[in-house]
C-alpha cells in the first residue's frame, strides 16, 4: 500500500495534462515501513520532472534533475517511495518497456492513465523481476 495525499495526486494530475500529449514521470519521496512482502509507504512530496524521451509512448527521468531530486530526497531523510508517469493513451497498467526498466523493486509505480484526460485514472505497483503486483493507493 501507498499513501499519497490528496493534494500530491492533483499535482500528479497537473503535470500529466501538462506535459500531454507526451508521457509525464517524476518521483516521489516519503517514508517506507516494512510490513512483509511488499513494505508499505507514504509520500510526502512530488518531484515532478522532464521527461527526456520527450515521447508520448516512453518516458526517461532527466539524468541531472535524478541526481538533484535524489540528493534533496535523502538531505531530508526520506526514501524515493514512488516512481511516476503517465499513460497518454493507454490503461493505467505496466507496458513491457515499463517492467523491463524497473529497477527500483523498494519502489511503488504510480501510473496515470489519461485515456479518459476528464477522469484520470491512479493505479499503483510494485515490480521486482519483471513481476506486476498491484498495491493500493490511498489518498486521505
Known amino acids: 500500500m501507498i499513501e499519497v495525499p490528496g493534494e500530491i495526486v492533483e499535482e500528479m494530475s497537473a503535470h500529466a495534462h501538462r506535459e500531454f500529449p507526451n508521457e509525464a ?7 517506507i515501513t516494512p510490513t512483509g512482502a511488499a513494505p508499505d ?19 526517461r527521468l532527466d539524468s541531472k534533475e535524478q541526481l538533484q531530486v535524489t540528493e534533496e530526497i535523502e538531505d531530508k531523510g526520506w ?4 516512481i511516476f508517469h503517465s499513460h497518454t493513451h493507454s490503461e493505467a497498467y505496466p507496458s513491457e518497456t515499463d517492467r523491463r526498466l524497473a529497477f527500483y523493486p523498494q519502489a511503488h509505480y504510480l501510473l496515470m492513465s489519461l485515456q479518459d484526460r476528464e477522469h484520470p485514472v491512479l493505479r499503483g505497483f510494485t515490480i521486482a523481476d519483471g513481476r506486476v503486483q498491484e498495491q493500493d493507493v490511498r489518498s486521505p
Not at 514521470?25 to 517514508?31: M, V
Not at 526514501?79 to 514512488?82: K, L, M, P
Open 41 to 59: 509507504a507514504r509520500a510526502e512530496r512530488f518531484y515532478p520532472m522532464r521527461n527526456a524521451d520527450a515521447s508520448s509512448s516512453t518516458y
Open 79 to 82: 526514501e524515493i517511495v514512488g
Open 25 to 31: 514521470c517524476g518521483l516521489l519521496g516519503g517514508t
